[in-house]
């Protein structure tokens, strides 16, 4: 479990995001950040790695939603407010 999620991880492109919809930059957050708030109900996790990429990956972080990245206008409204939405692919 602990190989799997530092090889994820290691290889993630973690993106931190207040609303979906914000214009401009967005910001990012360290693999560290992300370890240090894994497991709370203040944040949701999502996974858009293609389906392809995601099925055939055995990396893997625990409690992540798999989300498709060519469909976020069907999902983006469905998230919680008030809470950080973190996206990672890798």
């Known amino acids: 479990m602990k190989r799997v999620l530092s090889l994820a991880i290691l290889g993630v492109l973690v993106v931190l995001i207040a609303c979906i919809n914000i214009p401009g930059e967005v910001p990012r957050i360290s693999k560290d950040e992300l370890k240090a708030k894994l497991g709370s109900s203040d944040m949701v996790l ?13 990396d893997k972080i625990t409690g992540a939603l798999r989300m498709d990245p060519q469909n976020v206008d069907a999902w983006a409204g469905t998230l919680p407010k ?7 692919c890798s």
């Open 82 to 88: 008030g809470k950080e939405i973190v996206l990672y």
């Open 46 to 58: 999502l996974d858009v790695r293609a389906k392809n990429d995601w099925e055939g990956s055995d």
